[in-house]
């Protein structure tokens, strides 16, 4: 077979190293847009025959799937070509979505799917720019436009954006995605993880449009010091000295000023004594604007302080007990696809926050969509946040590390300004070493570098001495709040009548969280032994009863986010009767069936939300009382 070569194909499809994108574009889900959502062309290409051809070389234009070209009126024009593909008259799916639910043949399948479709196009006029942006793209995305490289992005659960300006055409456009779904040890999270890989384009695409000069990062909050600051920085030819002016109407606020040689603005301004924090009771936001040239960058900012004092965590100067669950991003139903629309994701937080009384959600083990975490500003939900920094990393690749470092600088430049965000987590249960500890203290001094207004955790796991169990990762050292995932009762042998007398010890006077406990259950198997056996609805229930006692002597413990609000997929998890490719911890069925369980969660956290309306937390300002668990006086 020979090969044509086509020049920029060597540029387009070597599996080039990530092409980073240059801009954050803050708050581009609030932008003017088009979404590219809806009905895609898409095809299988499992020895990435579209990426090279069969000595290695770049691929030839029988398989080349980004060719800008209607292939059957090429094949008329040519009918010697030999093509052994047709995007055109591929199969059509909905986007976004995973191509597990493409069809049946691709519940499994892992590796590259190419994507197309066409769209038409206006020009956006002269001193605009146009980004062509994606929600997040499960594993690693090389992007065409009208048959020209754009670009490509590595990581799943990041937002990333590419200007296409030189490259729309009035008219008809055409866009080919190559998405490739296999992982390497090298990767973030590296292939064995306890969860689905749902491979493709999970979250949406969208084309947005921006002055040539704008505002593309902005982070807005209330400081400890009782101030609203804002940094701010421009891109574009006039970035630089340009004048700039925040506002935030409802408060009657405003700031001016003029950004320096490099495009950045910072100020701020006392809080006004009308601002209402933002609370998982009060979840107020309030309409921000900068304004800058011909930009208007816009978003809905909640204002509130987080902090630590002690083994304390204080929201807006009050201590706050974290009444959470645990959550992947995974809609309701037998078949998930991983499209977390905005009623996927209120089902799913309407269960935390009326049905267990929550006020808290760990959103495990990976950045959730970002209508996700709106979403939580919206209803009130306090928010983990963390990178998939999970179990066997290679800790001493330096490439891994620059990966991990960009997921980060991903996720908290696109989430700052959610209010619900209160903590910031690096890692899940990874085994100690000093390349661990290294690698992980980078990645902690990057998010304090980001982000001074939130706390630093990571998800540990502790040692056992009996009945005493110690958290003693060198880790603790370095973060805000302790959390450990503790399973003593499913992945041990103790009976669950033992878990309350189990104590926990901490070397330090630092907040603990719970941030994982839990047990499987088969939704509708009973058993109603005195001892019911494991995977039972019995089990779990009386495993929870067992637990929260435990954690209710725990005097540093002032969070729980146990594992996991619903079944979730897993590929780890293949008992024939109980499982079924299913991690059945969930507290409701993948169908929202609610288990025993669930009651049992639900009134520990009525009782604590109970205890803390009649006896709200005093302010911090003064003395704490001692722990007394009895009813306030
Ligand atoms: C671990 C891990 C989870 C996993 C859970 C389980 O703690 O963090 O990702 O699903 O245990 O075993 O169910």
Redesign the pocket.
């Known amino acids: 077979m020979q090969p044509i070569t086509i020049s920029w194909c060597a540029l387009a499809l070597a599996l080039t190293p990530f092409t980073a994108s240059a801009q954050t574009l803050a708050a581009a889900d609030m932008r003017p847009g088009r979404s590219l959502d809806g009905a895609w062309h898409w095809s299988v290409d499992p020895y990435r025959d579209g990426v090279a051809g069969f000595h290695g070389g770049p691929p030839g234009e029988s398989t080349a799937r980004f060719q800008d070209r209607i292939q059957a009126d090429e094949a008329e024009k040519r009918p010697n070509a030999l093509f052994e593909f047709d995007m055109q008259r591929s199969p059509v799916t909905h986007l976004p979505g995973s191509w597990i639910g493409h069809a049946p043949e691709m519940r499994y399948y892992q590796g590259l799917v190419w994507y197309q479709r066409t769209f038409d196009w206006q020009p956006a006029g002269p001193g605009k720019r146009v980004y062509l942006r994606f929600g997040s793209a499960d594993h690693a995305a090389s992007v065409f436009l009208n048959g020209k490289p754009v670009g490509k992005h590595v990581g799943a659960f990041t937002p990333f954006a590419f200007d296409v300006t030189a490259l729309l055409r009035p008219g008809s456009n055409q866009i080919t995605l190559g998405v490739d779904s296999a992982r390497t040890d090298r990767d973030v999270p590296p292939p064995v993880t ?2 689905e890989t749902y491979g493709g384009i999970t979250r949406s695409i969208r084309l947005v449009t921006v002055p040539e000069t704008f505002v593309d990062d902005a982070f807005v909050r209330l400081g400890r010091d009782g101030r609203i600051a804002v940094s701010a920085r421009l891109l574009g030819p006039q970035a630089a000295g340009m004048p700039i002016r925040l506002a935030i109407p409802a408060l009657g606020a405003a700031l001016e000023g003029r950004t320096d040689g490099e495009g950045n603005w910072t100020a701020s301004l006392a809080a006004p004594r009308a601002l209402r924090r933002w609370s998982p009771d009060n979840p107020t936001l309030y309409d921000v604007e900068i304004a800058a040239g011909a930009d208007r960058f816009t978003d809905r900012i909640g204002f509130r302080t987080i902090a630590v004092q002690g083994d304390r965590i204080l929201l807006n100067g009050k201590p706050i007990f974290l009444r959470g669950i645990s959550m992947h991003e995974e809609e309701l139903g037998k078949d998930p696809v991983r499209a977390m629309s905005p009623a996927a994701t209120r089902a799913l937080f309407a269960e935390i926050k009326q049905g267990l009384h929550g006020n808290f959600v760990r959103l ?2 990976y950045p959730h969509d970002e209508g996700t975490t709106r979403l939580a500003d919206e209803m009130g939900l306090l928010v983990w946040s963390e990178v998939p920094v999970y179990w066997r990393v290679a800790w001493d690749d330096a490439d891994t590390l620059a990966t991990a470092r960009r997921m980060i600088a991903e996720n908290i430049r696109r989430d700052r300004n959610r209010a619900a965000i209160m903590l910031w987590s690096v890692a ?2 990874t085994p100690v070493s000093d390349a661990r500890n290294a690698f992980l203290r980078t990645l902690i001094g990057d998010v304090r570098a980001l982000d001074d207004s939130r706390l630093v955790t990571a ?1 540990l796991l502790s040692t056992r001495q009996g009945k005493v169990m110690r958290i003693d990762d060198p880790l603790v050292a370095d973060l805000d709040v302790m959390a450990i ?1 503790t399973y003593n009762g499913w992945y041990s042998d103790d009976p669950l009548a033992a878990l309350p007398s189990f104590e926990w010890r901490s070397p330090v006077d630092k907040p603990l969280i719970f941030s ?1 406990f ?1 047990a499987d259950a088969l939704h509708g198997y009973h058993d109603a032994a005195a001892a019911p056996h494991k995977f039972s609805e019995e089990y779990q229930a009386e495993y929870y009863r067992r637990t929260l006692e435990m954690a209710a002597r725990v005097p540093f413990l002032q969070g729980l986010s146990p ?1 996991i609000l619903k079944d979730f997929r897993s590929p780890r998890r293949q008992h024939p009767v109980y499982q079924q490719g299913w ?1 059945r ?1 969930g507290l409701i069925s993948e169908t929202g069936q609610r288990k025993l369980a669930f009651a049992v969660l639900a009134e520990d956290y009525a009782k604590r939300e109970k205890a803390e309306r009649r006896c709200p937390s005093p302010n911090a300002t003064r003395p704490l009382p001692p722990r007394d668990p009895r009813p306030c006086p």
């Open positions: 306890d969860w495990a083990h899940n249960e998800a995932n994982e839990g594992w991690n911890k």
